[in-house]
């Protein structure tokens, strides 16, 4: 699992909470593309259709404001056209229409960004890497260690399932990797796999 380009289509005016529902998942070693991150730094639609062309999958935020928003639906009908998966992540079904209107997709809820974000690594695991009911996809994420003078780089692997994840999050049971080197602790929230806290070795 490298290599994957993942392109997010939403309404302008949701910058700040498809930021906020991907923040975690652009630790992960594949590439995250948020439409209108792509256009503000300055690169023009032409590139963004390029981003969107090489994508393994297209995440599509339905909120009420991104309904009738023109790019949206060019950029799910793009996809489409071409073949690649849309995934809908949507406030209400009504708002799941058209030709993604039976394909399986995340519940937003504001109130509970955890189960969502959950819910969305869930769908992205089974996008990017399915490989069969008993299997489960070897996913990590891959940082530097933040001790000064260290720097080593430290994985945390993710080798347990979705549903295994969740109940460790339900049981307050975190995720822990080790720098090899000056031996600090990661620990990190199974549900999104969201930093928490460091302990220095």
Known sequence: MTGEQVFVSHAPEDLEL?????????NFPFGVHIAL??????????RL???LANSDVVVAVLTERAASNRWINQEI?????KGIPVLPMYEHESLRGGFISDVEGVTLDRDNLV????????????ELAPLGALSVPNWYI???CTIPDCGHPVTLELEEGQTKLWKRHQHGQLL????????????F???????????DG
């Open 176 to 187: 822990e990797a080790a720098c090899e080197v000056c031996r600090s602790t990661y620990y």
């Open 49 to 51: 259709e390029g981003r």
């Open 77 to 81: 009908g793009y996809a489409l056209a």
């Open 142 to 144: 891959r940082f530097p």
């Open 115 to 126: 189960f969502t974000v959950f819910n969305l690594l869930c769908r992205l695991r089974a």
């Open 37 to 46: 991150e792509e256009v503000e730094s300055g690169r023009r639609r032409k």
């Open 189 to 199: 929230d199974p549900a999104t796999i969201g930093f928490v806290r460091r302990e």
């Open 18 to 26: 498809v930021q906020e529902l991907f923040s975690t998942v652009k």
